[in-house]
């Protein structure tokens, strides 16, 4: 059953985004609407929590309606988003005999989206591609195009747009997912609200015990909104040229603290928490954001159980060498995106490093 229907539509695409229950019954069905028929071979990318526990029946489903699936489950965790990974899939996709006419579904959380999307945005160079997201977080990541993998010198770098036929977000598959994931996600719903939409934190204030219980139909709700804000944006900027690139708050120090812990020890989402604490008092410092967004940030944040400082063996220096790769980052200058009231965000493009510093005292925990 389809609880929201939202549709994105930039200059060259335009697709669904389906969120709800009961989905992944109705894949075949999907195909048919999107035109792919079985003479198209189907490659299902997962990883290796989701794919033993959902992949069998979509797999099943569709080889009973005479589409030829092959499998590929990547390890489960960040350390995936990788060349190793990503040329072990392409492989996996070449042995299954994948052609330009072939489609990939990406079932998984942001990990597996953003590595199958990029197999998918180079195979061949390049081939359609399904989201089918199974954590909170990938609201955000399987919308919009921006798909992936790290290098050892920074989260992202090696990466392209490339737009999916179809989102479609069967909420059933969050039942598994565990809680710290589950508030991870959250980070990002967090994010979207305090760069759009204040009227969503206060929804977000007021539910945030019935969210965290999982309740189905506010979850929904969340996703929707979510979605909604995201949608909006990469409709007016899909190439992150402008204004996408406020979907960034957070990012810009949460990811130098993701690459510095190798990947390990903090969630993207918990490294976006942290990062826009750090963002909230360089608005204070930069643009004069009043207090009372401060306080409203880390309360909201901590409310969800995510949390709002770092602990680890990373200097300063080691911090700002990976914020000078940020995508943001260009001549050398330090862009960030910071608050300026509660729904409303600003690119500042030359932070001085002396205030970076600060910023991260104020989030380095004992
Ligand atoms: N492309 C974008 O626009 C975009 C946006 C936001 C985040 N991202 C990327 O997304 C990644 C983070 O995604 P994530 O937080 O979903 O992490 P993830 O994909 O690693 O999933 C988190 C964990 O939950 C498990 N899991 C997933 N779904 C499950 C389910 N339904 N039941 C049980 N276990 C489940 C996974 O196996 C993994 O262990 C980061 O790499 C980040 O950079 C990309
Ligand atoms: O879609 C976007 O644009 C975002 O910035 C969304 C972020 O949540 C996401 O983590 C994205 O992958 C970060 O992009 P990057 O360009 O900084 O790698
Ligand atoms: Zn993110």
Redesign the pocket.
Known sequence: MIVHDLSVKTKNHSYDIQIGSGLHKQLVQSLRELGITQQQKLMLIS????GP??AGRIQDQLCTAGYEVGTCFVP???AS?SILQYERVVGACLKFGLDRKSVILAL???????LA?FVAASFMRGIPFIQLP??L??H??A??G???INHAMG??LIGAFHQPLRVIFDVD??S???LR?LR??FA?LIKEALIWDVSFVGWLENHQNALLGRDPSLLCEAIYRGCRIKATIVEQDEKENGIRAILNYGHTIGHAIEACAGYKHY???ECVAIGMVSAVYLGQWVLKTPPAVIDKTIRLIESFGLPTQFSLPCSDDELINLIKHDKKSTSGRLSFILPKQLGHVEMVEHVQEALIVQALQVIRGG
Do not use: M, R
């Open positions: 990883d290796s929590h989701v526990l959902y489960a965790g960040e988003k998984g959380g942001g990990v597996v989206g953003d999307g199974t954590t977080l990938a955000d990541s919308v919009g921006k798909v992936g989260k992202n598959t969050l598994t997912l565990p994931q991870s996600g990002e969630t993207h989402g």
